[in-house]
């Protein structure tokens, strides 16, 4: 898969951890910045640009980090097609992907390390949709509602 890779100054410690466990794990990175550290930056610019990828279908899935995860988790959900949740634990990783289709998984660097970042990244990454009849009525339902229906 290809696995786009955006974050802010909050998480610049830990991209390239995850850049080097996404390529360990045999993904492509789509590199969506910071190129450097720069302590102005702003997370919605990354969470766009990590959207934007999937939107385009340059690629299928992205992880974005900044000092809580919770800014990047807000903007990154306002893009049609992107369902990013902020997860700090291994179950909800691979549970949002299962139960709910998530393919923007959103991580604080301030709030966990670089070991369960990587383990955080295997399980979104190693997880796949259950298509069963319940799981899919309800991303329906969620597809709906982003298209503005009631």
Known sequence: M??????????????????????ELGHTVVD???AKYDAHDDYPDFARAVGAAIQRGDAERGVIVCGSGVGASIAATKMRGVR??????????HQGVEHDNMNVL????RIIGDELA??????FLSARFDTR????????KVLEIEKGGN
Do not use: M, P, W
């Open 2 to 23: 290809k696995i786009a890779i955006g974050v802010d100054h909050g998480g610049f410690s830990l991209k390239q951890t995850l850049v080097d466990e996404v390529k």
């Open 32 to 34: 969506c910045g910071a």
């Open 84 to 93: 990013a949740a902020l997860c700090h634990d291994t179950y909800s990783a």
């Open 106 to 109: 959103c991580l604080g660097a």
């Open 118 to 123: 990587r383990e955080l990244v295997r399980a």
């Open 133 to 140: 009849e319940r799981f899919q009525r309800r991303l329906n």
